[in-house]
């Protein structure tokens, strides 16, 4: 999984893929941080790309600073983009920023655990740590996949085969009721980048888990200020109140105490 940095710095078709997203998809991140961060204080945007969602955090009126991996993605900005890899951010002081976030980033680390780490290590006390992105090991994925391939969309994950997709739904909901259980894997996963899909988490190397990035954060001070509650559908909404670890979507956020 070590080619992963290399893919996203040679990449053209990705970052083309990160221009074209559109604003409103930015909204529920942006909202977050609406919420429960400082305006006054300095924040990181973390895997920003293209710099879609920093540059919506400055219009909300955060003093906020956009990282990724990849030069080859970040406007020629250095005051407001940075390449830093925060699986290890030393080039960031510790204690420094009033929030940190990263919407749909963590999914395409491959050392999570030294990823969340970092975000606790370089905001302030008081600050907040906001994560977005899909619950990977949630059932709702492989179902999401099969609605794919039935309806030959491009398939999510870039799995293609009706056999996995189906065998994925008991081993994620195993995977989902181990977290709840108590076991913290962060599994990783081999991605599919020889399906020639870009984006869609083909690209995804760690079986994102809710309750396990809340049970990291809790062990390193944090008390958690939201956990889970949103979700796409009525479906998922429902899920993230009733099972939250089993929701689709990631959602949290913690308080660096």
């Known amino acids: 999984m070590s080619q992963m940095p290399d893919y996203y710095r040679s990449s053209d078709s990705y970052a083309e893929m990160l221009r074209d997203q559109q604003e409103g998809n930015f909204v529920p991140y942006i909202n977050l941080f609406n919420q429960f961060a400082d305006p006054d204080g300095p924040i990181i945007d973390i895997g920003c790309g293209v710099g879609t969602s920093t540059l919506l955090l400055r219009r909300n009126g955060f003093q906020a600073i956009g990282t990724d991996v990849s030069e080859r993605f970040l406007p020629p900005e250095p005051n407001t983009y940075r390449v830093i890899d925060f699986q290890n951010a030393k080039e960031l002081p510790s204690s420094e920023y009033s929030a940190v976030g990263a919407m749909n980033v963590i999914e395409h680390v491959e050392r999570p655990r030294d990823f969340l ?141």
């Open 117 to 257: 780490a970092e975000m606790v290590r370089v905001v302030r006390p008081g600050g907040h740590i906001v994560l977005l992105s899909p619950n990977l090991t949630s059932p709702l994925v492989p179902i999401r996949i099969l609605t794919d391939l039935l309806t030959k969309r491009t398939p999510y994950m870039g799995i293609t085969r009706f056999s996995t997709a189906c065998g994925l739904i008991a081993v994620n909901t195993w995977r989902s009721l181990r977290a709840e259980l108590g076991w913290s894997v962060f599994e990783t996963r081999p991605p599919a980048l020889d399906t020639g899909i870009v984006g869609y988490d083909a690209d995804a190397v760690y079986w994102a888990n809710a309750t396990e990035v809340r049970r990291f954060l809790e062990s390193r001070g944090c008390e958690i200020r939201l956990f889970q509650k949103r979700g796409h559908s009525s479906l998922a909404k429902m899920l993230a109140y009733l099972l939250p670890g089993f929701a689709g979507q990631l959602c949290v956020v913690a308080r660096k105490k």
